[in-house]
């Protein structure tokens, strides 16, 4: 079945400089690619997400990038906030019956003023 | 985005006692819903897909039995755990999806405590 991988499990960055977190995935037939960020004792929540036939996708301060023959896609955040700071997950699309997602293991992002 | 509405927020409940958590799309009709269980520091485990009018469907290894989903209407499904126990202490999430659309809208979860 499909497996997702994340790295790092932890960042921390100094606040305005950059973040990037990778994923891979092990399913050559994922399609949809989103990126969920998550703060303590809450839901997920959507913040950018790429289809397969795109290969970035830019919202803000945020952008995420697919590499499909690789099957690595990233997610960047410039300029980054202490709101930055969170637990998020990149997750990969498998098809059996219904679409369903993989969630990777997660990284939580530290933003020091 | 769409927004899914998830209650109770928090449920301490005692060992035994059965417990129901609901997830409503305010906003949309959910065809499909989700229900993930969390434990602190880690990924969302997926328990079970559930679509309208229809039985839902479990992933390896969560009993059916034990997590009683329902989805009665386009916007609403609940998770009953029944009979809990303190190993059923968990965060569960709920998401919901609107027709052929591929995003998923969370819920903002529930913490489930037994005692």
């Known amino acids: 079945g499909e497996n997702v991988e994340q790295h790092p499990s932890t960042l921390s960055v100094q606040e305005g ?10 399913d050559s037939a994922s399609n949809y690619f989103p990126w969920y960020k998550q ?3 809450k839901g997920p929540q959507l913040i950018i997400d790429i289809r397969s036939n795109v290969g970035e996708k830019k919202d803000q301060r945020i952008a995420v990038t697919l590499n499909k023959t690789a099957k690595h896609f990233s997610l960047h955040i410039t300029e980054t906030q202490p709101e930055d700071s969170a637990v998020y997950f990149c997750a990969a699309s498998i098809r059996t019956g219904f679409q369903k997602l993989v969630f990777g293991t997660g990284t939580r992002l530290l933003v020091s003023p | 985005g769409a927004v899914v509405s998830q209650h109770p927020s928090r449920v301490i409940c005692k060992s035994g006692t059965s417990v129901k958590i609901e997830c409503r799309s305010l906003d949309f009709q959910a065809t499909t819903m989700f229900w993930y269980r969390q434990f ?14 229809s039985k839902a469907t479990y992933e390896q290894g969560v009993e ?6 329902n989805h009665a209407s386009l916007t609403l499904s609940t998770l009953t755990v029944t009979s809990a126990h303190p190993e059923d202490s968990s965060f569960y999430i709920c998401s919901a999806r609107q027709g052929a659309v591929e995003k998923l809208f969370f819920g903002s979860g529930t913490q489930l405590s037994v005692l």
């Open chain 1, 17 to 26: 400089d950059s973040a990037v977190i990778k994923c891979t995935y092990s």
């Open chain 1, 39 to 41: 703060e303590l004792g």
């Open chain 2, 40 to 53: 602190p520091k880690q990924s969302l485990m997926l328990m079970a897909t559930s679509n309208e009018g």
């Open chain 2, 64 to 69: 059916k039995d034990k997590f009683l989903i």
